[in-house]
């Protein structure tokens, strides 16, 4: 099977084929999400809360996110690898460039970065030295503090209409891919139309180019509660690889994300 690449979610894209993507912090479970087929895996800075504990991703470190990118790179062959730049990491362009370069080195071959306006130069700067980069937007959870809580976005027409600008921003600055979390299913539905790079969702409802889920959430191992829009698939077949099989078929039809997991 060929590596993905974005030139392989742009052809998704354009074919109107969902694509699943999945978070993961090792190699043998990142090779078992691999070899199931999982096309994008990332190593999200939920890490924080479901490897460390924390009760948000704020303590998260470069060096974890560059040592768990290093592990998940030794286990697979075929998926995307995503590495998550963490809270403060990439608060002025050369700081984002210096610690960027440490997660590329580490074995990702795109960063994600959390914001909208104030990121677009550094996202410019990043894609025109080489490094691809991934654009989140709506609940972005290391605004906790400034959201005050994990709430829904978007919902009112000021804040739905700076979250599209802010997408259609980040493309033409260079973004290759965008994850939307937590907004209205209609919202997702406008950028992913909007825009031409993929629009990946969580907690945005059906109509986004793919899906990502925490991995403890879809094994339903998360400490705490598992949110509204995920699903636990180990309870449905019993089976690790079976359920991510299911999680990568409902997705692929379409059955997932169902009504119950939208925010409308
Ligand atoms: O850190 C993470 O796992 C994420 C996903 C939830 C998109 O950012």
């Not at 362009?93 to 370069?101: F, G, I, L, R, S």
Request: glycine residues 10%; proline residues 4%; negative net charge.
């Amino acid at each position: 099977m060929s590596k993905v690449t974005s030139s392989t979610l742009i052809k998704f894209k354009k074919e109107g084929k969902k694509f699943t993507a999945l978070t993961a912090y090792d190699a043998s479970f990142a090779g078992a999400f691999d070899s199931e087929g999982v096309d994008v895996l990332l190593v999200g800075d939920s890490l924080g809360m479901v490897l460390q504990g924390h009760d948000d991703t704020l303590p998260v470190t470069i060096a974890d996110i560059a040592y768990h990118t290093a592990c998940v790179k030794r286990g697979i062959s075929r998926a995307l690898l995503i590495a998550d730049m963490p809270f403060m990491s990439y608060s002025t362009p050369e700081q984002t460039m210096t610690n960027a370069a440490i997660l590329m080195q580490a074995g990702a071959s795109m960063v994600k970065v959390e914001g909208g306006h104030w990121l677009l130069e550094s996202v410019k700067m990043l894609t025109e030295r080489g490094i691809p980069v991934c654009a989140h937007l709506g609940l972005t959870p290391q605004s906790v503090n400034v959201f005050g809580g994990f709430k829904v976005q978007g919902r009112d027409a000021e804040n739905a209409q700076r979250i599209l600008d802010e997408a259609k921003a980040l493309q033409a600055a260079g973004a290759q891919l965008l994850v939307l979390e937590c907004i209205p299913p209609q919202l997702a539905k406008a950028i992913t139309e909007a825009l031409s790079i993929p629009v990946i969702g969580i907690g945005a409802g059906a109509d986004t180019d793919g899906q990502i889920l925490v991995m403890h959430d879809v094994l339903g191992i998360s400490s705490g509660y598992i949110p509204r829009f995920s699903k636990n698939y180990l309870k449905q077949t019993g089976e690790i690889r079976s359920a991510i099989r299911a999680y990568i078929d409902e997705v692929a039809k379409g059955t997932f994300p169902a009504e119950e997991h939208t925010f409308n």
